[in-house]
């Protein structure tokens, strides 16, 4: 199993990026992806998970309305576009998948029920 991201950047407040998490080496379509970020100084902490078999998505209620979680399975390619991006928003972006069913439900969403984890793309947002 293979997560590799890209897309992180430095962005002005109110800014935009778009996050792509590309998967290899599994069946896609079975898996939950999720993504993920630790900021300096903090513990890791879910952001949003998808699961591209039926589009079951999930949100954390700190990003809720302004970031959008998609997949293209064709391309095995789970994407974060993040809309008006805060400074708090500032961290290491990571992608992980999990092969539980149904995880990505607020009751499930964690870094425990992920399997594999990509290595990061850094996200900063300047105020």
């Known amino acids: 199993v293979q997560l590799v991201e890209s897309g992180g950047g430095l962005v002005q407040a109110g800014g935009s990026l778009k996050l792509s998490c590309v998967a290899s080496?599994?069946?896609?379509?079975?898996?939950?992806i999720g993504w993920f970020r630790q900021a300096p100084g903090k513990e890791r902490e879910r952001v949003s998970c998808?699961?591209?078999?039926?589009?079951?998505?999930f949100y954390e209620e700190a990003v809720k309305g302004r970031f959008t979680i998609s997949s293209d399975n064709s391309k095995k390619t789970v994407y974060l576009r993040m809309n008006r991006l805060r400074p708090e928003d500032t961290a290491v972006y990571y992608c992980a998948a999990g092969v539980l069913p149904g995880v990505c439900v607020d009751t499930m969403f964690g870094a425990y029920a992920m399997n594999s984890w990509g290595k990061g793309t850094l996200v900063t947002v300047s105020s």
């Open positions: 998808i699961t591209p078999f039926d589009d079951t998505t």
């Open positions: 080496g599994f069946t896609f379509e079975d898996y939950a």
